[in-house]
Structures are given as C-alpha cells and as structure tokens.
C-alpha cells in the first residue's frame, strides 16, 4: 500500500523539523484522516502533510496526537535555537 509510506512522509515534510522519526504506529494513527480528508493529495506525501496540517482541527484524537508531538519538538528546537544565538 502505497499510502502509508507517502503519509510518514508528509508527517515529516509537514512538520518543523525534517529530521524527526517517526513510527509506524504515527503512521497507522493519520492513514484515516488522509483518507477521510486529503483523498485527493495522496500519493504526494508533502500534499498529504500540508493538508492534514490545514486539516488539524479535524484530525482524530489519534493523529491529532501525533501532529503535536512532531509541532510541538520542532517548536522546542526552535526556542532552543533562537536562545543560543543571543
């Protein structure tokens, strides 16, 4: 399934940092909502990540969880960084 791959991906492309991992349980968590929601962006994994990102507020539990964990790394990076360089 072609999917699958293609939405870990875009889990990746859509969040802050490009170097997180992710799992397949992340994977299996948001395959719903990019079939319920982002139908039409699949098998582009960036479309699939860039409309599951607009789609947040609709996203499962599940996924939503997901989204926040990968959002919430990148934004602590950021934080991070942006104290370094002062």
Same mark, same amino acid.
């Given at each position: 399934? +072609? $999917? *699958?791959?293609?939405? /870990?991906?875009?889990? &990746?492309?859509? !969040? !802050?940092?490009?170097?997180? !991992? =992710?799992?397949?349980?992340?994977?299996?968590?948001?395959?719903?909502?990019?079939?319920?929601?982002?139908?039409? /962006? &699949?098998?582009?994994? +960036?479309? *699939?990540?860039?409309? %599951? =990102?607009?789609?947040?507020?609709?996203? !499962?539990?599940?996924?939503?969880? *997901?989204?926040?964990? =990968? $959002?919430?790394?990148?934004? #602590? #990076?950021?934080? $991070? %960084?942006? *104290?370094?360089?002062?």
């Amino acid at each position: 399934m +072609r $999917t *699958v791959p293609a939405l /870990a991906l875009g889990l &990746i492309l859509a !969040s !802050s940092t490009a170097a997180l !991992s =992710y799992t397949q349980e992340d994977a299996n968590a948001c395959t719903p909502d990019a079939m319920r929601l982002c139908q039409f /962006a &699949i098998p582009d994994a +960036r479309r *699939v990540g860039d409309c %599951l =990102y607009r789609a947040r507020a609709q996203l !499962s539990p599940a996924c939503a969880a *997901v989204f926040a964990r =990968y $959002t919430g790394q990148g934004a #602590q #990076q950021r934080r $991070t %960084l942006a *104290v370094e360089r002062r």
